[in-house]
């Protein structure tokens, strides 16, 4: 384990949710603009999903308009408040979603219960990512994929040491490591079968992950 995986600050998943009930109608407000600068890259990798799909920490639901519409899905978040705007986002979509509320470090589905697991800009706020990086693997089909679409440290010198200087300051107020490295939180969780596609100067990551222990497609 590097350094930086070693000193990686977390908040107590009660402090986690508590950030979450207080800036869920925010969130709420700008999903139009969170659409505008992500949209593209929801669509470009929720769109693969297939089966039953779980969305891990499924916030407000903003991904669920980009999941095809034959998915059986499932979302789970720690917030009460953004699970009550996600139930609102599914009825305006006119989608049948089973909405619960559950912590992703402990997950409460039997192995294998999901043929594709999505989770959206999240491992940056996970209390301990590792742990449930690993229960998205254990919940999904072992012919299955999981499909992640995260932010982190710029590939762009300048903006990674910006960055940097403000990570301490989000943390604080969001709960949110911002300058994280989401390649390594993949491949120190022990998946060694994944693709990743980088955009908006390396600060967006597409990743898409073979459940561990089965060889690529």
């Known amino acids: 384990m590097t350094a930086e995986a070693r000193d990686r600050p977390a908040k107590e998943p009660e402090e986690i949710e508590a950030v979450y009930e207080d800036v869920a109608p925010k969130f709420a407000r700008f999903e139009a603009l969170d659409r505008l600068f992500t949209g593209r890259y929801r669509e470009q990798l929720f769109s693969r999903a297939d089966g039953r799909v779980l969305d891990v920490a499924c916030g407000t639901g903003i991904n669920f308009r980009y999941l095809p519409d034959d998915?059986?899905?499932?979302?789970?978040?720690?917030?009460?408040?953004?699970?009550?705007?996600?139930?609102?986002?599914?009825?305006?979509?006119?989608?049948?979603?089973?909405?619960?509320?559950?912590?992703?470090?402990?997950?409460?589905?039997?192995?294998?219960?999901?043929?594709?697991?999505?989770?959206?800009?999240?491992?940056?706020?996970?209390?301990?990512?590792?742990?449930?990086?690993?229960?998205?693997?254990?919940?999904?089909?072992?012919?299955?994929?999981?499909?992640?679409?995260?932010?982190?440290?710029?590939?762009?010198?300048?903006?990674?040491?910006?960055?940097?200087?403000w990570a301490p300051r989000h943390f604080e107020s969001m709960g949110c490591r911002w300058n994280q490295e989401p390649v390594?939180?993949?491949?120190?969780?022990?998946?060694?079968?994944?693709?990743?596609?980088?955009?908006?100067?390396?600060?967006?990551?597409?990743?898409?992950?073979?459940?561990?222990?089965?060889?690529?497609?």
């Open 71 to 165: 998915v059986e899905l499932t979302g789970v978040d720690l917030s009460e408040a953004m699970l009550d705007r996600a139930r609102e986002q599914a009825a305006e979509l006119g989608r049948d979603v089973d909405l619960q509320r559950a912590d992703a470090a402990d997950l409460p589905y039997p192995d294998d219960s999901f043929d594709t697991v999505i989770s959206s800009l999240s491992t940056c706020t996970f209390p301990e990512p590792i742990t449930v990086l690993r229960e998205m693997d254990r919940v999904c089909r072992p012919d299955g994929r999981i499909l992640l679409l995260e932010h982190g440290r710029s590939s762009l010198g300048p903006v990674a040491r910006f960055q940097d200087w």
């Open 184 to 217: 390594d939180l993949v491949a120190e969780a022990g998946f060694d079968s994944f693709e990743v596609r980088e955009r908006f100067l390396g600060i967006i990551t597409l990743l898409k992950i073979r459940p561990r222990g089965h060889d690529p497609a």
